[in-house]
């Protein structure tokens, strides 16, 4: 799948060049996660999460909010046993949240 957004620069907006996301490597309750390639050559994480355009404003309204949360808490954080946050993008249909990319297995 191809995308517009950029390479994501730690704590930045991902808004200029392309990425391709690759296999579906997780789903949770806001969105999917996948293996994506920058077109500079690194690999990360890409959380991928619809935009909401349901009927019940609300509900809309308590996720977004708890994304927007999510995402300002990535970007405060920066330790090394903790998943580095790359940068964001939106389109029309999702919003992205590009992460690293912690393989299976390695936690260390």
């Not at 954080?77 to 580095?84: D, E, K, Q, S």
């Amino acid at each position: 799948m191809r995308g517009e957004g950029s390479s994501p620069a730690r704590g930045g907006d991902a808004s200029e060049n392309d990425f391709t996301l690759g296999e579906l490597i997780g789903e949770g309750g806001f969105g999917r996660v996948y293996e994506c390639l920058m077109d500079d050559g690194r690999i990360c994480a890409a959380k991928v999460v619809p935009i909401l355009r349901g009927r019940d404003h609300r509900t809309r309204e308590a996720a977004q909010k708890e994304i927007e949360g999510e995402v300002q808490l990535m970007q405060r954080l920066a330790h090394p046993n903790i998943v580095a946050y790359f940068g964001t993008k939106i389109d029309e249909k999702s919003l992205y949240i590009f992460m690293e990319l912690v393989p299976a297995g390695r936690c260390v």
